[in-house]
């Protein structure tokens, strides 16, 4: 069968699926990662599963892909991809839980230790020949709120352990038995906004920093944003920037990602208290790898006619 693959990375661990799947008398095809529609009708004309990136997956692309049986999404978000279009026209949808969470959670504490100690701005001055130093915060004498306490926050939680500081995590869904396991408290919005430091890893689609929010912070904190652009309100958080009241911000993206060079994030002045990573929270060799394998296992499970280990919607 035809399994189409728009997933930038997929195979590039250490693992070759695209030949495992091709030694399965599979035919892979690889299409343009951002779903552009017109590019992708040919291939999906006669597709049979497709390993979808992080592009949007609407009614349109289903209407070209009439022998579609399965959308693997290779990564965990399904927000993109229209469930009820796929829904009505009977096909499975999959995901690949926890695949990179560990990846993220390394990734989120790499961000808080390189906003307390001004890593980015540290070997900037040194290539200018400025060995002047630059005063930092150390993690074990800060409080810490994790504002999202799923796979990732808690894998958040568990590493800051080992540096000691008093952690505080907010989530409408938060397991208390969970968190006090991770010697977490429980708190709230306002209880984050007393934090020296807090780690947004919530689920995207509404932010959480917003200009009301911020007015109520303690001054000096740091924000890091391991999760999706859209949980900061960015013209306020720059304005907070400039003005001190944010001590710094560590983010994997910015609003519109590749596209988002005008993000005032990433204005000129900002930059001694800003440090933003290109997106590779999840970009390690073993969650690409855990991804791969989990989205090759629901494929392949629905074209066997099997039920998909991870599935998030299903056909009628």
């Not at 693992?15 to 892979?28: E, F, I, S």
């Not at 109520?216 to 304005?239: I, K, Y």
């Amino acid at each position: 069968m035809k399994i189409l693959v728009t997933s930038r990375s997929f195979g590039s661990g250490k693992n070759d699926y695209p030949a495992q799947l091709a030694a399965l008398g599979h035919r892979v095809v690889s299409g343009w990662p951002n779903h552009d529609l017109e590019a992708l009708t040919a291939d999906l004309a006669d597709t049979d599963a497709w390993i979808a990136g992080t592009g949007p997956v609407t009614a349109a692309h289903l209407d070209r892909a009439p022998g579609l049986k399965v959308i693997a999404r290779y990564g965990v978000g399904v927000e993109a991809v229209e469930l009820d279009a796929a829904a009505a026209r009977g096909i499975v949808v999959t995901n690949t839980p926890g695949a990179n969470s560990g990846a993220v959670a390394d990734h989120t504490v790499a961000l808080l230790l390189a906003a307390a100690r001004q890593v980015a701005e540290g070997d900037r001055r040194v290539r200018r020949g400025d060995w002047r130093p630059i005063r930092g915060r150390e993690l074990g004498a800060m409080t810490i709120g994790i504002w999202g306490f799923g796979r990732i926050g808690q894998g958040v939680a568990r590493r800051l352990s080992g540096f000691g500081p008093r952690v505080v995590a907010c989530d409408p869904y938060l397991d208390l038995q969970r968190a006090e396991s991770l010697g977490v408290e429980p708190g709230s919005p306002e209880d984050l906004a007393g934090c020296d430091a807090v780690s947004l890893n919530a689920p995207g689609g509404s932010a959480l920093v917003t200009r009301e929010w911020l007015q109520g912070v303690r001054p000096g904190m740091f924000l890091v944003n391991s999760a999706r652009a859209d949980l900061v309100d960015e013209v306020a958080l720059a304005e907070a920037l400039g003005s001190g009241l944010i001590a710094g911000y560590a983010a994997d993206s910015v609003a519109g990602d590749t596209a988002g060079h005008d993000s005032p994030l990433l204005a000129d002045d900002l930059a001694p208290r800003v440090t933003i990573t290109p997106h590779v929270g999840a970009q390690t060799v073993e969650a690409i790898d855990e991804m791969g394998r989990l989205a090759v296992e629901n494929a392949l499970a629905v074209l066997d006619g099997h039920q998909p280990p991870n599935a998030v919607g299903w056909g009628r």
